[in-house]
C-alpha cells in the first residue's frame, strides 16, 4: 500500500470515528435533558405533599431512569436519593409468589398441595372445615383468610425508641419492642382453634378457593410454608434465591442487616415523623430496599415475562404470570383503574384492568407502585416516604406515575 493510500485511509477512519463520537455525544446530552426535565416536573408534583420520594422508568435492557427527589430527612435536609432505603409495604408480597415457585422447582411443595402437608398446625375455615385450603388458594388471595383487628393491632413493633414521635397521632398501633413474637407463634395464635387471638371472623363465610379477598395473614402463612419445607426462614431463603442473585445488596428485611445511615424516615404528614417500625408479618410488607435495587427486580420480571428471566425457569414464569382467577370470583373489579392490582391475579403478582402487572403498597409513612406494561414491556416504579393525606395528595401521586410513563418513549 502507498503512503499517500494509507494516509487518506487512516484520516477518512479519523473524521468517521469523529462523527460518531460527536453523535453518541449529542444523543447522550439529549437523554440527559431528558432526565432533567422529567426530575424538574416530578419535583414541581411532589412538592407540599412527599418529603422524600424514589422513581424509575425499567424495560428488559435495563435501569432508563432512576431517580431520588426531596428529602430522606426533612430536619437535617438529607438527600432522598435513588440508594435511600425504606420500606415499600405489600409490593414486597411479589417476592412470596418467586419464593413459592422456587421451591415448587426445588421439589420442596406444589401450589396444589393443602397447606396441613406442610405445616405444624391445623388451620381451617370453621365454616368449611372439610374444604382444605391449598397453598394457590393463598397466593391468589382466595383462601378464605382474612385480616382482623388482631392483625392491624399487633404485628406493627417499634424499632427501639420513638425517635421523639407521639405514637398517639399515628393512625396505627404500634406495640413495644419485647412484644415481638415469632412468625409461626404469631400464625398459630391468630389461625388455629387453640390460638390465643383466635376469632372465626378471621375467616369469611366463602369456601376456600371461591372469592378473592385479599389477605396479609394468607400471604404471611404461603412465606411460612416455604420456612417450614426449606428449613429456612423466609428472609434467608429470598436473600439467597432472589435478592443475591440479583445483587440488590442494599435490600434486606431487618434494620440491622442494611446500611442504616440510608434509611429514609417516614413521616404521617409532611410535618410529623412516624418511628421506625418493622413487622411480625414481615414478608406481606417488610422488605427494605432502594428504588435502584428495586429496579434491578422489575428488570427481572419484565425478562421472566418476556422469556428470558433468571431467577425462575421459563415454566415457572409462565405460572407466576397466569390470570388465576375467574371474574366470578371478584365481587367488586374496576374495569377502569390503570393500576388498580386487584382486577385479575397470578401467584401474588396483580393485573390491572389495562394489563399493568405488578403490586402497589401502604404502610404507615409508605406508598409505593411497581408495575410494568404487558404490551410495551416498559416499567415503572414510585416510593415515597409521606403518608398520602388527602384526594389531592392521591392526584398528585398518580400524576407522577402518569408523568414517568409519558417519559418512558421518550427515554427509551
Not at 4 to 30: D, G, H, P, V
Request: overall charge negative.
Amino acid at each position: 500500500m502507498n503512503k499517500t493510500l494509507l494516509i487518506f485511509l487512516l484520516t477518512t477512519f479519523a473524521m468517521i470515528s469523529c462523527k460518531q463520537e460527536n453523535r453518541s455525544s449529542l444523543k447522550s446530552e439529549q437523554s440527559q435533558a431528558i432526565k432533567d426535565s422529567l426530575t424538574i416536573e416530578i419535583e414541581k408534583l411532589s412538592k407540599g405533599y412527599f418529603n422524600g420520594l424514589g422513581v424509575a422508568v425499567v424495560d428488559s435492557s435495563g435501569v432508563i431512569y432512576a431517580k431520588g427527589i426531596g428529602f430522606a430527612d426533612m430536619e437535617k435536609k438529607k438527600p432522598y436519593t435513588s440508594h435511600t432505603i425504606q420500606p415499600i409495604a405489600s409490593v414486597s408480597k411479589t417476592l412470596i409468589g418467586i419464593a413459592l415457585l422456587k421451591a415448587q422447582e426445588k421439589g420442596l411443595l406444589n401450589l396444589d398441595d393443602p397447606i396441613s402437608n406442610h405445616l405444624p398446625f391445623q388451620v381451617n375455615n370453621p365454616s368449611h372445615p372439610d374444604d382444605p385450603i391449598t397453598i394457590r388458594h393463598l397466593a391468589t388471595h382466595t383462601s378464605s383468610i382474612m385480616d382482623t383487628e388482631d392483625y392491624m393491632n399487633r404485628s406493627y413493633i417499634l424499632e427501639g425508641n420513638s425517635d421523639g414521635v407521639s405514637i398517639e397521632d399515628i393512625p396505627q398501633s404500634f406495640n413495644p419492642n419485647e412484644d415481638k413474637i415469632s412468625l409461626s407463634e404469631f400464625l398459630e395464635n391468630y389461625l388455629t382453634a387453640q390460638g390465643h387471638w383466635y376469632d372465626k371472623d378471621a375467616f369469611s363465610a366463602n369456601k376456600p378457593g371461591e372469592m378473592f379477598e385479599y389477605t396479609n395473614v394468607g400471604s404471611t402463612l404461603a412465606a411460612h410454608i416455604i420456612e417450614q419445607v426449606s428449613n429456612q426462614t423466609y428472609a434467608d431463603f429470598t436473600i439467597e434465591h432472589i435478592l443475591r442473585p440479583l445483587n440488590m445488596t442494599h435490600s434486606s428485611w431487618t434494620y440491622d442487616s442494611v446500611e442504616f445511615e440510608n434509611v429514609s424516615k417516614l413521616y404521617s404528614n409532611p410535618e410529623t415523623k412516624v418511628p421506625y417500625y418493622s413487622l411480625i408479618t414481615y414478608p406481606d410488607g417488610g422488605l427494605l430496599t432502594t428504588v435502584s435495587d428495586l429496579s434491578k427486580y422489575l428488570n427481572e420480571l419484565i425478562k421472566g415475562y418476556s422469556g428470558s428471566g433468571t431467577l425462575l425457569s421459563q415454566r415457572s414464569y409462565r405460572e407466576l404470570f397466569k390470570k388465576q382467577l375467574t371474574a366470578e370470583q371478584f365481587s367488586d373489579r374496576n374495569p377502569n383503574h390503570p393500576y388498580k392490582d386487584d382486577y385479575d391475579i397470578g401467584i401474588f403478582i396483580g393485573f390491572s384492568a389495562m394489563d399493568n402487572i405488578g403490586h402497589t403498597g401502604g404502610d404507615p409513612g409508605v406508598s409505593s407502585m411497581m408495575f410494568f406494561n404487558a404490551k410495551d414491556k416498559v416499567g415503572r416504579i414510585l416510593l415515597v416516604n409521606t403518608n398520602i393525606e388527602n384526594q389531592n395528595g392521591v392526584n398528585a401521586y398518580y400524576k407522577i406515575y402518569d408523568k414517568l410513563g409519558e417519559y418512558a418513549s421518550k427515554l427509551n
